[in-house]
């Protein structure tokens, strides 16, 4: 893999401390298990914005996958079919949004990630092409008025390789992208720092799909979400590559699942690498979790089959931890099933009789 495209799937903002303390977070809450509960038929389907899923795990938004291996988007999308959960495609994906439903199985849930772009029209016309595709949602990044702060060695050597294309982008020539610098064209062709909680709206006005607002981080901003009309809330930091020194998304999740009560679903993404840090997350709240790097580390590795084993294995991991938790359904999943580190005295946990 090119150098530099390994930084860009690698790294974080500045320093990196929030890329790092996206993952120590989850070391910081211990798990509490119940015995004699009967787990010998375990399920971890739901429902997520009404459609049925068959697991707790979507792949996030990461852009130009094919830089990653040839089967780029397709491939992951059909790894992740393989087990039922939702996948996000970037707006900047290397593959036409229409190919990810004609190219999957049937029944597979899409969401389409967006950046509202400076010119509207091009936000209107790649949401309608969403939703005749038969997206789901669309994911509205709103964290990203302006690009993050990144290592200036990584900003100016991203290049798309000659062979790649943008198709979401370059039917009408939006965005540039040869030549080295992509980050920055792509930034300066397309993010708004104009945005205001309107443009939420202004997407309504024009589309039946559920809005979920990506990059959440406050219990205020929740609010606003939900006030103006969103459907789902990604808890996100954007894995750390925006704003560092910004929390990690577990700590602030308990927040954020507060301040909704229960008026749209939540959903965090960022330091998620095992099955242990899903069951943490869906126990302090979260309706279902994200991530995208361990699933681009296995897309490198061997393309679809790499991914495939990636979500096996993590998976794997949640049906373990339900059973030895004494968890059959994710319903039964509670704040009690988890602890801080230093929190055995008389306010450590919610506990039931149950």
Request: aromatic residues 6%; hydrophobic residues 40%; charged residues 20%.
């Amino acid at each position: 893999m090119d150098r530099h495209a390994r930084d860009y799937y690698a790294s974080g903002a500045e320093d990196e401390i929030t890329l790092r303390d996206n993952e120590k977070a989850f070391q910081k809450y211990h798990i509490r298990p119940r015995l004699l509960r009967n787990v010998a038929h375990r399920n971890m389907s739901l429902t997520m914005l009404g459609q049925p899923v068959g697991m707790p795990l979507g792949i996030s938004p990461v852009a130009f996958q094919k830089m990653a291996h040839p089967d780029g988007e397709i491939g992951t999308a059909r790894a992740l079919a393989n087990h039922g959960g939702v996948m996000i495609l970037s707006m900047l994906s290397t593959t036409a949004l229409e190919d990810l439903p004609r190219k999957t199985p049937p029944g597979n849930v899409h969401w389409l990630q967006i950046y509202i772009t400076k010119d509207r029209e091009v936000t209107r016309e790649l949401i309608h092409r969403a939703d005749i595709a038969g997206y789901k949602a669309i994911v509205v990044t709103a964290d990203s008025p302006v690009n993050g702060m990144w290592g200036v060695n990584m900003v100016h050597n991203l290049t798309l390789p000659s062979h790649l294309r943008l198709p979401n982008l370059q039917a009408k020539g939006e965005v540039e992208v040869s030549g080295s610098n992509l980050r920055s064209k792509v930034g300066f062709s397309l993010l708004d720092p104009s945005l205001t909680w309107k443009d939420i709206q202004w997407i309504q006005m024009f589309t039946a799909l559920p809005i979920v607002v990506k990059g959440v981080l406050t219990a205020e901003d929740a609010i606003l979400a939900v006030e103006h009309g969103a459907s789902g809330i990604l808890v996100s930091n954007h894995g750390g590559r925006q704003l560092d020194g910004v929390p990690a998304t577990l700590d602030v999740l308990p927040e954020i699942v507060r301040a909704v009560k229960g008026r749209a679903e939540v959903y965090l993404d960022g330091g998620v690498r095992k099955g242990g840090d899903v069951f943490k997350a869906l126990a302090l709240g979260a309706k279902a979790v994200f991530f995208g790097r361990p699933a681009i580390w296995g897309l490198v590795h061997s393309g679809q089959d790499g991914v495939d084993n990636v979500l096996k294995i993590v998976k794997s991991q949640l049906d373990t931890t339900m059973a030895l938790t004494g968890v059959s359904h994710l319903d039964d999943i509670q704040r009690s099933h988890v602890m801080k580190d230093d929190a055995y005295g008389s306010h450590a946990v919610e506990t039931t009789n149950e």
